[in-house]
Every structure is written in structure tokens, then in C-alpha cells.
């Protein structure tokens, strides 16, 4: 298993789980700091999670990475629409091959 960070560009990829267990929030430039896990306008990881889901990212669902150059934001497609995900936020996003014979229905 690996994180969304790690997927390469055409690579097709299901969510196995998201780390909401987070204890260290980042900075603009992904450097870790002391403190609590605060995201998008201070809803706690919990929140982040939620905005997640409510994205379409979700545990179980087929991403496929549009563009990923090694800096900056990732973009997906997941459900025929496109995302742009940070990558502090990708790191959290854990992954699985989908041709490893145990693909999950897809919600």
C-alpha cells in the first residue's frame, strides 16, 4: 500500500483509507510543525475527512492521477470529474493497485 503522493501520472488507484489521525498541521509548504491537525479554515482533520468525502474521495473509489510532476498540487479524476489535492493532503490518502484481484465495489 501507498500513498496518493506516490501514483504516478495514468496510473489508476483505489482508496484503501484516509489517516484522520493526524497530529501535526502543515504549512504552505508541506513542513511539518508542532501542533494540531487544522485544515481548511480550521475544521480539524475530522473536517478535512468530511470535505473529502462530500469530493468524491472516498474509501473504495477508483482514482485515476491526471498530473502529478513531483511538486506542487496532484490532480485526479475520481467519478468523471477532475480535483487538484495537495500534497500534504495526498499523503494521507492511502492506496492500492486495482489489478490486484481484491477490487471493491465501487460506491
Known sequence: MSDLESVKNGEKVIISSIDHKHHSSLHNND???????????????????????????????????LSNQGFGPILVMV??????????????????????????TKS
Do not use: C, F, Q
Open 31 to 65: 513542513t511539518p510543525h508542532e501542533g494540531h491537525g487544522h485544515w481548511h479554515g480550521g475544521l480539524g482533520w475530522e473536517g478535512g475527512v468530511h470535505r473529502l468525502e462530500t469530493m468524491g474521495l472516498r474509501i473504495g473509489k477508483e482514482v485515476e492521477m
Open 79 to 104: 467519478d468523471g470529474s477532475r480535483l487538484a489535492i495537495g500534497r500534504g493532503i495526498a499523503r494521507k490518502i492511502l492506496v492500492r493497485d486495482t489489478g490486484d484481484g481484491n477490487e471493491e
